[in-house]
């Protein structure tokens, strides 16, 4: 009669526990708040184990360590530990389970946290918590049972506990995953949109001359800009540019390049001087990783020169159809926020009668075929030649296509912008 009390005892223990599970399962899938369900994991473990409390760590992989959030005064704060520091570290990295009656005697343990709060840790219930694959994505920390010592029934509540937790907390990061991407998708669509409208909705015309331009981002936001500007007395500011890296934040750069120059190019400054204002600007408002490579030309329609200024950019060529030349313009100087100050130089060269000038930006040159050889400037010079006694528009064509013929169908790495203006009289 008393074994039969007994085992009617066990039985109705694991009754309670089966029980405990399945509740356990809908209040887990109550909230995909990482840090509600953390907290609601932990409480759930704590009570059902009868302890006193208890720590979950999840593993970050890619940096080896554990971390956990827990209070301090009424804040969450992270901490982080070396995966294989401490008694959870050495779960993380064995995988193995580990029951302690008395913490403060094994060597792995780590006492500062007990010598910091005057906690005292007596009993410690610590295993890996793993996924639906079998892979470790955390570590239970169950410290100091009401009565007694964690048994084999505990660490099998825990072990199936463990299941349900591991897959709430992956449903939790899944879910904050989409969520991300989708503010980050969003962020770069209005970044993308913003950028479209700084780009110039019509190229202007005007007598004895021919303009055509076209940038095609290689993202959905691209680091590429270029701009025409009308200005008094017969002239136009040419203007192309590349920011360092894509994204976002050249989206930003590109906008606080537009803007500056917008306000400044109608003053008295001289281009060089314009370059040097521009180069501050963009020092003072970007990480010191950033820079942007920039050329700018201002033509004078009616005495045909064009002077420059080349701030770390692609060199332009000038093809010269009655010499059969073609130049690069080689003349150049640093990009725009590697320094807060930088000098620059301007030349002026002549455009004569048929003459055709192309900018473009590195997504030209350095456009990869699938055995990673670069188009370059030589098959640029070549491409330039044979067209260059056509319209603006069909060597502006000209160029790209020749680009795309190259690549083959392999994805563009770069952004790619071309700008053509041809003298036709």
Known sequence: ???????????????????????????????????????????????????????????????????????????????RLPIGTGIAGHVAKTGKTINLKDAWKDKRFFSGFDLRTGFQTRTMLCMPMRDRKGK?????????????????????????????????????RLHHAIVEKE?????????????????????????????????????????????IIKLPGDKYAFVVADVSGKGVPAALLVSTLHASLHAYIEGTLSLAELAAKLNLVVYNNTEPERYITVFLGLLDVLEGTFTYVNAGHNFPIIFKPQQRLVIPLTSGGLPF????????????????KKDTLVLYTDGVTEAMNKSFKEYGEDRLLQTIERAGDKSASQVKEAVVSDVDKFVAGEPQSDDLTVMVLKRVS
Not at 21 to 40: E, R
Not at 212 to 223: E, I, L, N, Q, T
Not at 337 to 352: N, S, Y
């Open 337 to 352: 926020g590697m320094f807060d100050f930088a000098e620059f130089q301007q030349e002026t060269i002549t455009l004569d």
């Open 136 to 172: 470790s994505i955390g570590v239970f920390q169950i410290l100091n049972k009401h009565h007694g010592t964690f048994d084999k029934d505990d660490e099998s509540f825990l072990e199936a506990f463990s299941d349900h937790a591991a897959l709430a907390i992956e449903n939790a």
């Open 183 to 227: 503010r980050i998708e969003k962020e770069i669509e209005i970044a993308g949109a913003i950028q479209r409208r700084l780009l110039p909705k019509e190229l202007p015309t005007f007598p004895g001359y021919e303009i055509d331009a076209m940038a095609r981002p290689s993202k959905m936001v691209g680091g590429d800009y270029y701009d």
């Open 1 to 79: 009669m008393p074994a039969s009390k007994k085992v009617s005892a066990k039985n109705a223990t694991q009754i309670r526990r089966f029980e405990a599970l399945i509740n356990a399962s809908k209040i887990l899938n109550s909230t995909l708040d990482l840090d509600k369900l953390l907290s609601l994991i932990l409480d759930l473990a704590t009570k059902n184990l009868k302890a006193a409390r208890g720590t979950i760590y999840l593993i970050d992989a890619e940096k080896q360590e554990l971390w956990s959030k827990v209070l301090k005064g009424k804040e969450l704060v992270e901490i």
